[in-house]
């Protein structure tokens, strides 16, 4: 969350709840006649492409693109936390460390708890419960069905579709929900400019002619009051400095989303590198090949199925 240990760490106190116990408290929550005036709150922490396709039935999911957004979202809307006994989780449990760890440390909160495990573990006890939709996870299928319900629609269309793909725009890589139809109309990018440089390229210039601009997102509210808001918008640009900040920590953080194995998603970083310092660093390459093989600081769906767990 670029916030120092020093003054937030995962290992500061937090209350663990069991997938059992969550699922009493869940329900317990649900059987109120009036949830907004309840003193519990669901909190989905988790970024807002996940939330998207699935999540728990009157939970808060914040309209937040990636992790390093949550504290300035606490910090904006901390009314909505008041005297509230927080019941937050996230997908394996490893963001939620820290996470209810900086909004214990408001003083806003009457209780923070989180399910032990993740919202996945809780799906294998509790497939058919209280989650609604699909769950996201980190591989080329992006998504675990556990139900019927289908929460996601189409982008473009409107019609419900859960089955995300990489924008078709080069250089950039993120998720689109875009349904058959829609893709045979050839509306396969994440948003209008991603769109409109596609198409421009199509009709002549060379893809290294086209940069990473995120026009939509400067104009998405970062940090919206309430629940999640859809919206299509993926990414914005990024300084270099930022580019570094994030390889520092991508074993830890299970940013490879890209539907790759491990060592080819470290490949891609490598050439990344070079484009950006003259001289290639072994030592980054180095600190990511040991954060990678300590098994603990990497989230259970990474590497599912792909049997290429630490190796560099």
């Not at 020093?6 to 997938?19: A, E, L, M, Q, R």
């Amino acid at each position: 969350m670029w916030i120092s240990p020093n003054k937030i760490s995962y290992k500061d106190p937090v209350n663990y709840s069991s997938p059992g116990e969550f699922h009493k408290e869940v329900e317990k929550f649900l059987t109120q006649p009036d949830q907004k005036q309840s003193n519990t709150m669901l909190l989905d922490y988790r970024n807002f492409y996940e939330s998207k396709i699935g999540q728990l039935q009157g939970c808060l999911a914040p309209n937040i693109r990636k992790f390093s957004y949550f504290p300035s979202y606490v910090d904006k809307n901390l009314e909505l936390f008041r005297e509230k006994r927080v019941l937050m989780y996230c997908t394996g449990g490893i963001h939620c460390e820290r996470g209810s760890a900086y909004l214990k440390a408001k003083g806003v909160c009457k209780d923070v708890f989180q399910v032990k495990g993740g919202i996945h573990k809780y799906l294998e006890e509790f497939p058919n419960a209280f989650y609604k939709g699909d769950l996201f996870v980190f591989d080329k299928g992006y998504a675990l069905c556990y139900n019927s319900d289908m929460l996601s629609q189409c982008s473009y269309g409107g019609a419900q579709w859960d089955q995300y793909k990489l924008c078709s725009t080069p250089k950039c890589h993120h998720l689109v929900l875009t349904c058959p139809s829609c893709q045979g109309q050839g509306f396969t990018a994440c948003c209008v400019t991603c769109q409109d440089k596609g198409d421009r390229q199509a009709s002549g210039p060379t893809q290294d002619s086209f940069k990473e601009e995120r026009e939509c997102i400067a104009q998405m509210a970062m940090h919206p009051k309430g629940n999640f808001t859809a919206c299509t918008a993926l990414c914005e640009p990024r300084t270099k400095a930022q580019c570094w900040r994030g390889w520092a920590i991508a074993c830890v953080s299970g940013a490879f989303s890209i539907p790759q194995t491990f060592s080819e998603s470290v490949g891609a970083m490598y050439k990344r590198m070079s484009r950006l310092q003259k001289r290639k660093s072994e030592t980054l390459l180095s600190v990511i090949a040991i954060v990678a093989n300590w098994s603990p600081c990497l989230p259970p769906t990474l590497h599912r199925g792909r049997g290429e767990r630490g190796k560099f």
